[in-house]
């Protein structure tokens, strides 16, 4: 029986989370996934038609579920109890998503270890994935590049926090080069 | 030493690949000329140009696949494929049909002509003729060979095998499987894609993950077990008193520890299946496999290699390199 090693995101950060108004943070969220696709075209050419689909992601150790619509840039939160409409799900804990995103784990793996469900728009998951896969995004950049003159502080609390909370929150680099 | 032939369904792919220590990296294009046509996976014009640069940069080889049958009349698509791989400076194309190679050896004479897996060619015979009449300077072989066949392949043919060693594991003749076909309407041979995800649901119902390809339940997993994509070969089904897989287990290939045997039976070249997996796969998979042909090489004990988590089932076989089979 597979046993998940992600950790968890730490249950302090997630009674702090639980109170944020969906709203404010959907709105910041929208600007790093609008800064993304501007700065990573190839992700929207990647998904095609994907693109107009609605994903349902569900980080199982936050309180809330975000929906993102590539196609507009959108990437809103919500609370568990009112999960909007959706053409497909993908559930786990956040390191696993974060760990995807930034290349150290493989999402046919994660699904295979049941540490990733799927449900609905089998397609457009896929699509998804492979676009974000080749885009090699490294979210400590990618925020810092949208944080002007806090860039620099901010690369120093997402390295602390990252220490502290096993999250991968910078993009591996490749190790063990034969060239 | 033994080439290592690995998978790249994406440039960045392509890139941890020739970094984690590749020989060859395979990839194709966008379109349904190669059989990994998944949604979001392989490389446009631009992007084949820049991977065989990058990859020439470190002393790495690009092979494309062009490896699906041509429609009647869809042709010209084919075509230019080839043209557009010699034009991006690929170091060899994987071919399948019969009329594409004759179409490469007549218009690419200089272009280096790999018999793809699709063409099942599983006997000297067919190999020779593959050969004699096309030029083809390397066959993959299919994978339901023992090893002792590969090397009686390999003692009457003169030229180069490559074989697959880790990944997923098809058990069928290759570009002859119509299993996809009959659930889906598409196939790998055809249509780039075996059990294709636009086909494939997930439903978690009661204690039960259910895996559905074209409305065919061919998996039902208790929670927290390993779960297998939904292919018909690898399915789960009930046929009288028995409920078992009747093909093959939903398992993967690894054949590491046959690499010495492989090398002796004439093989010159190892591939690592996975295109339409992440550029961590790839790395992680590539490492392991370059460090295993280096130990090969150098006559030393291959390393233990801890690659089963990546793979589907969380478990490996040596399929029919070393099969009893049922």
Known sequence: ?179 | MMELVCPAGTPAALRAAVTAGAHAVYCGFADETNARNFPGLNFSREEMAGGVAFAHARGARVLVAINTFPRAGGEPLWHRAVADAEAAGADAVILADLGLLAHAAEHHPGLRRHLSVQAAAANPDAINLYTEAFGVRRVVLPRVLSVEEIAAINREIDVETEVFVFGGLCVMAEGRCSLSSYATGRSPNMNGVCSPASHVAYAEEGPELAARLGGFTIHRTPKHAPAPYPTLCKGCFTSGAETGHIFEDPVSLDATRLIPALARAGVAALKIEGRQRSRAYVAQVVRSFRAAVEAQEAGRPLPEGALARLTEGQATTTGAYAKTWR
């Open chain 1, 1 to 179: 029986m597979p046993r998940s090693h992600f950790p968890r995101v730490p249950p302090a950060l997630r009674l702090a989370a639980g109170p944020l108004p969906p709203a404010p943070l959907g709105a910041m969220l929208g600007l790093l996934v609008r800064h993304l696709a501007r700065e990573h075209p190839g992700i929207l050419r990647r998904m095609g038609p994907h693109a107009g689909r609605s994903f349902l992601i569900d980080p199982t150790d936050l309180p809330f579920l975000l929906l993102l619509r590539p196609a507009t840039g959108a990437l809103s939160a919500h609370r568990r109890t009112w999960p909007p409409a959706h053409d497909a799900r993908l559930a786990g804990p956040l390191a696993a998503f974060l760990a995807m995103l930034h290349g150290t784990e493989d999402g046919d793996a994660l699904f295979f270890s049941r540490d990733l469900t799927i449900e609905g728009d089998t397609e457009a998951v896929l699509a998804l994935r492979n676009a974000l896969d080749d885009a090699e995004i490294d979210l400590t950049e990618e925020l810092a590049t949208v944080s002007g003159p806090l860039a620099a502080p901010l690369r120093r609390t997402l390295a602390l926090a990252e220490r502290i909370t096993g999250l991968a929150l910078h993009r591996a680099e490749p190790t063990g080069d034969y060239t």
